[in-house]
């Protein structure tokens, strides 16, 4: 890296990340990780069998409400109990029941168990994408089967607790990918807490498993609570959000275990200033992602909910970070479908599948953290209703939330939307003091009773070939303005970009005839640091009809392009001059690691373009 680029690395990241990659770094080479996270530990067990069954451990209990054994779920839990899992929420994979844990199902790569987790990369050519190993053994997939023996009322318990032994035995304290990731080690937990809960007394849960669990339990909270500052400081995202919340209930879960107290005021400490970082003043997310914003809302549900049980609740900030959070979701919500824009990094996780709903599908978990901090539901549906979390505070509680027509500024994250009976247009114009994940700024998304006819291409894949990485991430993907067919920012290593782009002005105005947004960024710094890109959009208020201006100052001597992703729906467009217009192939990832052939069309221009597309 030169030394032009370190200092934006600097500039952008500060001097704490930096600072604190460095002795990462240190901390790896030296060895210094290996002691404080040891392996071949001694065993650590606290409370008897018995004595931990007759204590009032209490996770998420199942809706006492009448049963609805749908065929849904009986075909996914068929399928689980069988030896396939469902990876990312889209695709499933059958892995067999012998799994051994370590092994990349798409690569066939199979991990060393042996090293220490330091020495296993995160990124491996040979080895493919390391989600593809994390993926079953976060055991998000023991929700289906708990939810399967709660409607059907069957006993699958020997099953679960086969499993969860089988990984006990097949990865050791601190060996493997499945020790690397502090937030896969907590989610672990966290799910093995929902099937502790509702298989308490069984006979499938015996003295020598309990043991083993609370083994691991513990050293789980060890490593989690000595790898804190790497994702508070090197990540700083939905990771540090998980990994404190595991501290923080760790004294109510498992109080058991004497360093929880300790371990536990840390986390709580901790996970209050995430919260409050990471979640803007106006509900906006810092990672810039529907996908990542809704976990958060999940972890939400689950730590209030915890906490307000054990009578130890939050700071009244979360539970106002937690409703702003909220109302921003669901005001980009398509009620026809409960869809999204596929708007950020999205890898498909929902930690804590609790209802039949494809993974597009947001309402059961808004509706979740809704009745939890209102008293009541958005959606009466008992489909849209999520198992384990029918819960609402004793006080606290906020207003109904409700649908707003017309124009919203979320200025602080920098989103701008406007919506009317029939269609939603969400536009994407930030000012970043965050990391941003892709290039991407003033796009512009459009729905139409709930089908997104002008749409962002998604992410596929975080470790895939560069050029594949290159359309998803960069500008190429996105509905916004092109130049010398580079993207806005300079790309560098993984998640990292420098010369952000930052907004410059940003406004709702109105006419008797449309909404007009107005907004202008500083872009391309790294071609020339007085470029700007100045977009205008006026939607109309009386048909399906947008007219977009695009103006771009400084950068006479490179081509431009107006690019929009639009699939199969059929556009008229009109354009104000003779310009050179390509239909070019698109890509459209809906769910992490599957990708279809879509449509883009592409126009060039000198400093001016206006383009009309209505149906």
Request: with cysteine; hydrophobic share 35%; aromatic share 18%.
């Amino acid at each position: 890296m030169n030394f032009k680029l370190a200092t934006q690395l600097v500039k952008n990241m500060g001097l704490r990340y930096t600072s604190y990659r460095v002795f990462n770094v240190f901390e790896q080479k030296s060895g210094r990780l290996k002691k404080k996270h040891p392996m071949h530990v001694f065993s650590q067990n606290f409370i008897s069998f018995d004595g931990w069954r007759k204590s009032n451990f209490s996770f998420l209990n199942l809706r006492s409400e009448t049963k609805n054994p749908t065929q849904v779920l009986e075909e996914k839990a068929s399928r689980i109990l069988s030896g396939e899992i469902l990876f990312f929420s889209s695709e499933w994979k059958n892995i067999g029941l012998d799994y051994n844990w370590i092994t990349n199902p798409v690569t066939g790569f199979e991990y060393d168990i042996s090293k220490h987790w330091s020495e296993i990369p995160d990124l491996a050519k040979e080895a493919g994408d390391i989600k593809f190993v994390w993926e079953k053994s976060r055991f998000s997939f023991l929700q289906t089967i708990l939810r399967y023996d709660f409607h059907f009322g069957k006993n699958n318990a020997e099953f679960i607790f086969s499993q969860i032994e089988n990984w006990i035995d097949m990865n050791p304290v601190n060996q493997g990918p499945n020790w690397r990731c502090s937030q896969e080690i907590s989610l672990r937990i966290f799910n093995w807490c929902f099937a502790l809960d509702f298989y308490k007394n069984d006979k499938a849960l015996t003295k020598q498993r309990w043991d083993k669990i609370q083994n691991t339990i513990y050293w789980s909270l060890h490593h989690v609570y000595h790898h804190i500052d790497f994702s508070r400081i090197a990540v700083r995202n939905n990771h540090a959000i998980t990994e404190t919340l595991f501290l923080t209930l760790s004294e109510l879960l498992f109080p058991f275990i004497p360093e929880t107290k300790k371990w536990a005021k840390v986390g709580r400490k901790y996970f209050e200033e995430e919260i409050d970082y990471q979640i803007y003043d106006d509900g906006t997310f810092l990672q810039f992602s529907m996908n990542y914003h809704r976990v958060v809302i999940q972890l939400l549900s689950l730590g209030i909910t915890i906490s307000e049980k054990y009578k130890k609740p939050f700071s009244d900030n979360v539970y106002k970070k937690a409703y702003k959070s909220l109302n921003f979701l669901y005001q980009c919500l398509q009620e026809e479908n409960g869809y999204l824009p596929n708007y950020g990094a999205n890898d498909g996780a929902l930690f804590f599948p609790l209802s039949d709903r494809d993974y597009r599908d947001y309402r059961p978990q808004l509706n979740s953290l809704h009745k939890i901090i209102t008293g009541n539901y958005i959606y009466k549906e008992n489909y849209l209703i999520e198992d384990f979390l029918d819960f609402e505070l004793d006080s606290k509680k906020m207003n109904n939330l409700t649908k707003v027509f017309g124009s919203q500024s979320f200025d602080v994250g920098g989103y701008y939307i406007c919506r009317n009976s029939e269609n939603f247009t969400f536009i994407r114009c930030g000012n970043h003091k965050n990391k941003p994940v892709q290039a991407d700024n003033l796009h512009i998304d459009i729905w139409k009773d709930g089908e997104n006819i002008m749409r962002d291409s998604g992410t596929y894949k975080y470790n895939t070939d560069d050029l594949t990485q290159s359309f998803f991430k960069d500008t190429l993907g996105h509905n916004t303005v092109m130049i010398d067919e580079k993207p806005q920012m300079l790309r560098g290593s993984r998640f990292m970009w420098f010369y952000w782009t930052q907004r410059i002005d940003a406004k709702w105005s109105e006419n008797n005839d449309y909404f007009i947004f107005s907004g202008e960024i500083s872009a391309y710094r790294y071609l020339n640091k007085k470029i700007r890109h100045n977009r205008k959009v006026f939607i109309s208020k009386s048909k399906d009809k947008w007219i977009v201006e695009d103006s771009i100052f400084n950068a006479d001597n490179y081509s431009k392009k107006q690019l929009w992703h639009y699939d199969d729906f059929n556009w008229n467009w009109k354009l104000e001059n003779e310009l050179e217009v390509e239909d070019k192939k698109s890509f459209n990832s809906e769910y992490y690691g599957i990708k279809n052939v879509g449509k883009c069309k592409q126009i060039s221009f000198s400093k001016k373009i206006k383009t009309t597309f209505y149906i």
